[in-house]
């Protein structure tokens, strides 16, 4: 059984521009979630994807958006990158109805300079 | 909406001691409970999970945690530490039904005293 991969590991940017991050999902599950852990922070739920949709969405602003595809892999992407992006992006797979339980994957170290 | 705090930022025990790390949360509605553990950069594993059922649950490692409603807590317990177990360790609820997003608390850094 594959677990959650992410990609890519690390990625250095400069403010202003645009970044995705890629995560392929635990065999069978069919719901994905992001989360931003910033340095020496929980992490925080960005938003979550079931079945190509969104569903639900942290207090983060529409410059963070994704996809889902029909292999339930799933992108985040960020525009017009802030300072403040700088974090540790997370994804993590669950099956629906597993009642919060989701299994992350290693993470995407984001710098903004 | 759901909160969780853990008490205490930073824990350090004795090797073979006894870890307690304190998680307490706040729900309207009956929650789902978590403990994650994250190594030096890495993703986070998940430990153990209250969904139903017995409230004592154990997990993976040799941890355990008890599940208390009238003190809103969800304190996770090993009875002996190892080496092994330096970490930083997140406690998370889960209680939105259709959209079961993680809430987590700020994280408890423990260290291990050789």
């Known amino acids: 059984e594959t677990g959650v991969t992410q990609s890519p590991t690390h990625l250095i940017k400069t403010r202003g521009q645009q970044v995705t991050l890629r995560c392929s999902s635990q065999?069978?599950?069919?719901?994905v979630s992001w989360y931003q852990q910033a340095l020496g922070q929980g992490p925080q739920f960005i938003f979550q994807?079931?079945?190509?949709?969104?569903?639900g969405r942290g207090n983060f602003p529409p410059r963070f958006s994704g996809l889902q595809f029909p292999n339930y892999s799933s992108e985040l992407n960020v525009n017009a990158l802030e300072l403040d992006d700088s974090a540790l992006y997370l994804c993590?797979?669950?099956?629906?109805?597993?009642?919060?339980?989701?299994?992350f994957g290693p993470g995407t170290r984001l710098l903004v300079l | 909406a759901q909160s969780v705090t853990q008490l205490g930022s930073h824990v350090s025990v004795s090797e073979g001691a006894l870890v307690l790390l304190r998680c307490n949360y706040s729900?309207?509605?009956?929650?789902?409970l978590f403990w994650y553990v994250q190594y030096p950069n890495q993703g986070l594993q998940l430990l153990l999970k209250?969904?139903?059922?017995?409230?004592l649950v154990k997990g993976i490692n040799g941890f355990e945690a008890e599940f208390k409603k009238s003190e809103t807590s969800f304190h996770l317990t090993k009875p002996s530490a190892h080496m092994s177990d330096a970490a930083e360790y997140f406690c998370?609820?889960?209680?939105?039904?259709?959209?079961?997003?993680?809430?987590f608390g700020t994280g408890t850094r423990l260290t291990i005293i050789p």
């Open positions: 993590a797979s669950s099956l629906a109805g597993s009642r919060g339980t989701q299994y």
């Open positions: 065999s069978g599950h069919n719901t």
């Open positions: 994807y079931y079945r190509e949709e969104e569903n």
């Open positions: 729900s309207s509605v009956p929650p789902y």
């Open positions: 209250y969904t139903t059922g017995a409230t």
């Open positions: 998370a609820v889960s209680v939105e039904r259709g959209n079961e997003k993680l809430t």
